[in-house]
């Protein structure tokens, strides 16, 4: 399952979603809005994404998960717009057989996830300057 | 032949459009496309080497060539997560 | 927080209980009740536990996790008695400032459970049989 | 000293009870307690070797010493999760 979203994310729901009986482990990955970033303070951000290209990569990212782990049920869901300090920008799940699985699998989901998928942030700084977050890009 | 580009985030912002047309020969390569954005476009130039383009949903190096029908994208590196 | 649990393990309440505004982080495990196991098909498992120990050794873990990684929250929550198929034996949740780091702290701390928290499981196979699970121990 | 010693899982079962007392030396150890243990319940033999105790819910070698109050238990190896 695969979903992009302008509202708050139902992690519990996409919890339940990967759950099995043919698997022991799920690993569930939140990412959530912090706060602080190198000393510097965040009040909230702004998600955008290029919805066609998100949606296939996200898809490519689980056919892929699953040519490298025995995966049995795979979950994303990837939050746009404005969020507060606190909210989730990013739930998922996966479920395996045996935890080493989940906890592989669901690392290297989250970390392609970010270096793949075209869903861009924009910081919005504590001193009221935005920046759009571009890593390996000298800020404007 | 004239190609739309969906631009993103900051390169949206410099350009300050979410979609630039430019004109590439036929049959021409990612490479030519990003020659042409940067001649319609100098405010892109800051983030000129950092440009991914995407055509049709996949990232295409500068060799892939353009067809009139495919839908391209440019974005600076992606943050999601 | 720590807890062991005759009831159904309310693992939503026990991630909102990690969630913060200083973790941009938070990693879920689940362990499920799974059917097949080596070839062998699982109907049900019994946990038990000594409990004063078991407490005291769920708090060492997690302090013990706080020396090896910036940990902002951590929960650790187990059920025993009757569990069937699908059912949620443990849940562990820990929310850290970055995603590496919640990773390896969720799996360590799974990981340590397992073997230094006093509590077992009886498995009741499909051929009517039971037996305790009691790892490198031959099969009574 | 009588010692009453807690058992879970299969070395209840093994044992048919839930707490055996044995007796065992003043100042007696860990590892005079295992012989007691052995002597009083000969059906925990097959568990033998890979018992655990814990004295005061830590777990404790063979040398460490068991005073009349200590909370002492014996299980086989863990398996939550």
Redo the contacts between chains.
Sequence with gaps: MIRLTNDPIDYAALTESVRSNQSGAVVLFLGTVREMTGGRQTVALDYECYPAMAEAKMQELLDEMRTRWPVDKAAIEHRLGHLELGDISVAAAVSCPHRVQAFEAGRWLIDELKVRVPIWKKENWSDGTTEWVHPGVPPA | MKIAV?L???AR??AGTESMTVDIPAEGTVASLRGAMREVCPALA??TP?LFV?IN??YAGDTVTIRPSD?V?C???????
Tied chains: 1, 3.
């Excluded at chain 2, 974005?75 to 997560?81: D, E």
């Design positions: 969906k993103f985030a900051r912002d410099l800051p983030l950092h995407a949903a996949q839908e994208a974005f600076p590196p992606v943050s999601g997560g």
